[in-house]
């Protein structure tokens, strides 16, 4: 019995000497209250303690005593908080400091911040989420929209100043706008796709422009640039950063068994380029990052704030599980306020061992579910990280029935049709460049075309059109024809008819983009056109992301209308007619293109670097009176790339071959837009060139050009 009670004390005297007490609380600004995140937090005077997360909160476990944590944040007083009382969350708050940041220091030999980064850089293959070969996680998101009180400029004007005081006493009770997400990203091997299973935007039940906030979130801090609209801004992990940013180690933390050497970064002097700046918690075990923040040194307008925060999954991986994306746009300010968005993410159930299939990997970065919209308030609550606070709430209740109230959803669904070229009417939709154009074959083109709204016919649309040209003095119609046999593979039976004009000598493809604004200049100068009634049947097929394939037969009868006419060899016929059959097989292959589904409509959010088209032609002599027999290949590539501070390059290949003389209508001539009354750039075309000069079998063409951007020296 002695010996049992003796074990018995010897387990509880080593029990008790083993115990852990659970420290936590939150860091805040002691003005502002907002959290600060990637405090350093540390238990008594010593090594070991933790930083703080994305909302400033901060838990970690002891088995010593712990009588105070002393805090530490850039910019702020580092103080200590005496543990007096046990509570479960704490709140501590620092207050600004009024000194100066110190001057850049400048160290005897190496910098040793900067032998850290190179290590950083060294392992970054490794250690990017983005190399894995696939994962999975699913995420909530919320972004809050509200307006930044800039008293430089309020603190001016009156004290009682009417509009100033209603925005504030709005302010202190709800948001501006809010929105929440929940998606499952599936990623193999550089893809991605989001599928979006609950949206909800303050305003609208019904929203089509659901993830707004996810398109702003940065995944990783390991690559070379974070590209926000058209600026690219240096990242700190990339190759040789060291040469332009200056590194420094602000402290050393013990989080569990790892050291943590807390290092900030900003612009060397006297170096100019589009530049961040922030601080890196770099896990020195692994030389991976634990927490990252980024800060816009020149936004042009746009102060961005983003924060990401790491864990170690299954003891090898280190994963984003938070990520906070800020954004303050100074150039719109609305009375001494600016519009400033909130966006945080949290990035949950992450899978780093299922296989993610190939067919999980849609065509589509994002898909809406049809119901994401119905989620009811028991499903909200238990995919929020915490309850919305009265403020959120209000927000909603607000802006849902002042939405209700201006038609808000009706309004966005005509933005988002705006963005694919038409105007919504009811059930139909008015084809907005129908309505005018110019060339100088046609001169002034007046016209009308309509299609039938996506959400009219879901697995159909129907279009017609009608034009007048004033110069050639013809009228132009004609109609198209789309069938959707599946969705999900982008199969589509299509069809047209057409009494129009089309130039001479253009090279033609399959799946091709719609015109952009730089190609419609060279369009002006066009001057021959041949007038034809034309019919074309087809199928077309997405069924890999970026891939697209087409296969079709088209039938022409064209006219020559200025004063060409063609002699076939052997004869002595003078032609200004001919006939065309042809089976037409092609592809554009786009492997960086990103797009989304909203609803039944598809939108190009990004085209990608790089975009090859092919298409081969085989000319039918006597199907369907046609008078050619004729093989005919053409072949463009499209690239564009960014060169370290220096902007982005952007080529363009395109290749043309016929394999027997036929009329001008199918041969060659080079893009072009000389002219003696009109000199516009146009990308992709010869400026020296007139319309129509040359006339070839075949052609081959390189195209180079160079957006210095906002170039800077130094």
């Known amino acids: 019995m002695r010996k049992i009670l003796s074990v018995f004390l010897g387990v509880l005297i080593s029990v008790s000497g083993f115990s852990q007490e659970i420290i936590s609380g939150f860091v805040r600004d002691s003005l502002t209250n907002e959290p600060l995140v990637f405090a350093h937090v540390v238990l008594n005077d010593g090594p070991r303690g933790t930083t703080t997360d994305l909302n400033g909160f901060f838990r970690i476990r002891t088995s010593g005593a712990v009588s105070h944590v002393r805090i530490k944040y850039i910019g702020y007083q580092t103080r200590k908080f005496t543990l007096a009382a046990k509570a479960d969350s704490l709140v501590f708050k620092l207050p600004k400091s009024?000194?100066?940041?110190?001057?850049?220091?400048?160290?005897?030999?190496?910098?040793?911040?900067?032998?850290?980064?190179?290590?950083?850089?060294?392992?970054?293959k490794g250690n990017d989420p983005g190399n894995l070969p696939y994962f999975s996680y699913k995420a909530y998101e919320k972004t809050i929209f509200t307006l930044d009180e800039d008293t430089a400029i309020t603190n001016k004007r009156a004290a009682e100043d009417t509009m100033v005081v209603a925005v504030r006493n709005l302010l202190e009770k709800q948001h501006i706008m809010m929105s929440e997400n929940v998606y499952e990203r599936k990623f193999r091997n550089g893809k991605y796709t989001d599928n979006v299973e609950a949206t909800r935007f303050s305003g609208m039940?019904?929203?089509?422009f659901a993830m707004l906030a996810s398109q702003?979130?940065?995944?990783?801090?390991?690559?070379?640039?974070?590209?926000?609209?058209?600026?690219?801004?240096?990242?700190?992990?990339?190759?040789?950063?060291?040469n332009n940013y200056f590194f420094n180690i602000e402290d050393t933390l013990m989080v569990d068994q790892d050291t943590v050497i807390i290092i900030s970064y900003q612009p060397k002097k006297g170096k100019k380029f589009d530049a961040l700046r922030g601080q890196l918690h770099i896990n020195m075990t692994d030389l991976a990052l634990m927490n990252a923040s980024a800060n816009v040194v020149d936004g042009q307008g746009m102060e961005i704030k983003i924060?990401?925060?790491y864990e170690k999954l299954n003891d090898e991986t280190w994963f984003p599980t938070q990520l906070n994306t800020d954004f303050k746009m100074l150039g719109m300010n609305l009375g001494g306020f600016n519009i400033k968005g909130v966006g945080t993410t949290y990035n949950r159930e992450i899978d780093l061992q299922e296989k993610v299939r190939a067919i999980d990997i849609s065509s589509n970065t994002l898909k809406l579910d049809s119901k994401a919209h119905k989620k009811d308030s028991i499903y909200w609550s238990g995919e929020r990280e915490t309850p919305l606070s009265e403020k959120e709430l209000r927000t909603y209740h607000v802006i849902d029935s002042i939405g209700k109230e201006l038609k808000l959803e009706q309004r966005i669904k005509l933005l988002i049709a705006f963005g694919s070229g038409r105007f919504p009417i009811g059930p139909i939709e008015l084809d907005l460049d129908r309505i005018i154009d110019y060339n100088e074959y046609e001169g002034f083109r007046l016209g009308v075309g309509l299609h039938t709204s996506p959400d009219l016919i879901r697995w159909a649309n129907f279009g017609a059109y009608v034009a007048y040209g004033f110069r050639d003095k013809e009228v132009k119609y004609g109609g198209d024809a789309e069938f959707t046999l599946q969705k999900n593979l982008g199969l589509q039976l299509r069809g047209a008819y057409y009494h129009d004009v089309r130039e001479i000598g253009a090279q033609e493809f399959l799946v091709d983009d719609s015109r952009s604004l730089g190609s419609m200049y060279s369009d002006l100068v066009i001057q021959r056109m041949d007038l034809m009634n034309a019919w074309n049947a087809g199928i077309r097929i997405n069924p890999l992301r970026g891939w697209y394939f087409?296969?079709?037969?088209?039938?022409?009868?064209?006219?020559?209308?200025?004063?060409?006419?063609?002699?076939?060899?052997?004869?002595?016929?003078?032609?200004?007619?001919?006939?065309?059959?042809?089976?037409?097989?092609?592809?554009?292959?786009?492997?960086?293109?990103?797009?989304?589904?909203?609803?039944?409509?598809?939108?190009?959010?990004?085209?990608?670097?790089?975009?090859?088209?092919?298409?081969?032609?085989?000319?039918l002599k006597g199907i369907l009176s046609s008078d050619f027999d004729y093989w005919k290949a053409?072949?463009?590539?499209?690239?564009?790339?960014?060169?370290?501070?220096?902007?982005?390059?952007?080529?363009?290949?395109s290749a043309g071959w016929i394999s027997d003389p036929v009329p001008y209508l199918k041969m060659y001539t080079p893009k072009s837009n000389y002219d003696n009354d009109v000199s516009l750039f146009s990308p992709n075309s010869f400026e020296t060139i007139r319309p129509n000069e040359f006339l070839n079998q075949y052609q081959i063409a390189l195209h180079q050009r160079h957006n210095f951007g906002s170039l800077k020296t130094g």
């Open 98 to 124: 009024n000194t100066q940041l110190a001057e850049v220091k400048i160290f005897p030999g190496e910098n040793p911040a900067d032998r850290i980064i190179k290590n950083v850089v060294k392992n970054r």
């Open 205 to 208: 039940k019904n929203p089509q």
């Open 216 to 242: 702003m979130q940065s995944f990783s801090f390991y690559k070379d640039y974070f590209t926000l609209g058209q600026q690219a801004f240096l990242g700190p992990i990339s190759p040789n950063s060291w």
């Open 634 to 653: 053409d072949l463009k590539l499209q690239g564009k790339f960014r060169i370290r501070k220096v902007g982005m390059e952007f080529w363009q290949l």
């Open 307 to 309: 924060q990401h925060r």
């Open 550 to 619: 087409e296969a079709q037969f088209r039938h022409q009868n064209a006219e020559s209308k200025h004063g060409y006419r063609y002699v076939p060899e052997n004869t002595t016929d003078s032609l200004t007619k001919a006939q065309y059959a042809e089976v037409r097989i092609g592809f554009r292959f786009a492997p960086f293109e990103k797009k989304m589904r909203l609803g039944n409509r598809e939108i190009i959010q990004d085209k990608g670097a790089v975009i090859l088209w092919a298409t081969v032609t085989k000319g």
